[in-house]
Each structure stands twice: as structure tokens, then as C-alpha cells.
């Protein structure tokens, strides 16, 4: 049971342009979303996050949305930059709990 | 600040021997997290620990499976005997509670049994 549901695998986009990243989740207990960026034979690196009691969050070119109704969140990117391309990862946790319930990742290729 | 530190960086072993993967989380950093990733499940988390005290293990596949952290420094996950099934990429993750709950990765062990 995929508790948090990255559908799309792929991207691919234009530098310069937006990249939209998405991710669905199932579980209504989940009040605090991160997205994480991962390079190849590195570790998954905090880009951003968002509690449940916004719906939007911004830092530079990364912006984070929350829809809870549709228990939907978005990552977008503008512009898009070739360094961006890597896997981004959703994640989500429950109040008072330690651990991270992760997608299954999005590989962004933006193309010079 | 150093970030979170495994070890080895890569393991190739054969089936049936024991393997030792270890981990140093960020220093003042309570909370200690063991992932495995596959292609097919993704980043699943195995193991997690708050103040050197396993809170949490449902995650560990099998009792083939072990970890351990003896102190708030240092953290092994053991695999014995080991398998083919058992190849993937393997993270630690630390946090500090009390703050968001943002994980910090080391850059993981990838290990593969033959």
C-alpha cells in the first residue's frame, strides 16, 4: 500500500523553463511534506518543505504547493536549470512521528 | 559540519557471508534512520532509532537483518547470511528532534552479493 504516489517517473523540460513536479498521498494523518533532490551515487538532499497549515512555500526558484483537499502537492521549478536534473523524491510524516513515508522518485532531465 | 558518514562506500561479497554496513550521523543529532533503495520499492525505511534506542524495526525484511547503535555516534546494520535479493543502495539518515523533521542522507553503501 503506496501511502505517498509519485506517478509520473520521468520529466523531461526546456532550461528556462517551469518543471511541475507532482505527488498524491493517501493517508490524511500526513501533516508535513518535504521534497528531496538525488544525484547519482550521492544521498537524497532536503530541498524543501511545507506543513499542513499552508499551502504554499517558496525559496528562490523552487516553490512548493499543497492542496489537501486533493491530497495533492506540487514541486515547480523556475526556471529550470541542466544542474537541476536529478530524482527529486516526495515525502510526508505524521504528527509526532519520526518517520518519512517516501515516493518512488521523478527523474527531471532539463535539456540545455 | 562532516554530514552523515557510511561505510563502505561499496561491497560487492558473496551470497552467505556477513556484511557490516555502518553509519556516523551528524553530531548532536538524536534520531537515526537505515533505508534501503531498490528499483522496484523505491526508498524503504528498515530501522529507525531516537536517542540510541531502536523505536522501530517493522521495516527489517528479515531476522537475517540486524541493527545496532551503541552509542549516539555510531550505528551498524548487519546483514547475515547475506543474499542476492539483498543487493541495493543503503542510507543512513539523521535528524535532531525537537526541529522539523528534515532527514539528512549520507551518500550510502551500495552493496552487492554474488
Known amino acids: 500500500d503506496q501511502q505517498v504516489k509519485q506517478n509520473s517517473p520521468s520529466l523531461s523540460v526546456q532550461e528556462g523553463r517551469i518543471s511541475i513536479l507532482n505527488c498524491d498521498y493517501t493517508n490524511s494523518m500526513f501533516d508535513y511534506f518535504l521534497w528531496y533532490k538525488k544525484y547519482p551515487a550521492e544521498g537524497p538532499t532536503f530541498l524543501i518543505s511545507i506543513s499542513s497549515i499552508k499551502d504554499k512555500n517558496e525559496d528562490g526558484r523552487f516553490t512548493v504547493f499543497l492542496n489537501k483537499s486533493a491530497k495533492h502537492l506540487s514541486l515547480h521549478i523556475v526556471p529550470s536549470q541542466p544542474g537541476d536534473s536529478a530524482v527529486y523524491f516526495c515525502a510526508a510524516s505524521q504528527p509526532s512521528n519520526s518517520k518519512l513515508t517516501f515516493g518512488k522518485g521523478i527523474t527531471l532531465s532539463v535539456r540545455p | 559540519d562532516a554530514g552523515v558518514i557510511q561505510s563502505p562506500r561499496h561491497e560487492v561479497t558473496e551470497m552467505g557471508q556477513e556484511v557490516t554496513l555502518r553509519c556516523k550521523p551528524i553530531s548532536g543529532h538524536n534520531s537515526l534512520f537505515w533505508y534501503r533503495q531498490t528499483m522496484m520499492r523505491g526508498l524503504e525505511l528498515l530501522i529507525y532509532f531516537n536517542n540510541n534506542v531502536p523505536i522501530d524495526d517493522s521495516g527489517m525484511p528479515e531476522d537475517r537483518f540486524s541493527a545496532k547503535m551503541p552509542n549516539a555516534s555510531f550505528s551498524t546494520l548487519k546483514i547475515q547470511p547475506s543474499e542476492p535479493r539483498d543487493s541495493a543502495v543503503y542510507f543512513c539518515?539523521?535528524?535532531?528532534?525537537?526541529?522539523?523533521?528534515?532527514?539528512?542522507f549520507g551518500a550510502g553503501t551500495r552493496l552487492s552479493v554474488l
Open positions: 539518515a539523521s535528524r535532531s528532534t525537537g526541529r522539523a523533521n528534515i532527514q539528512y
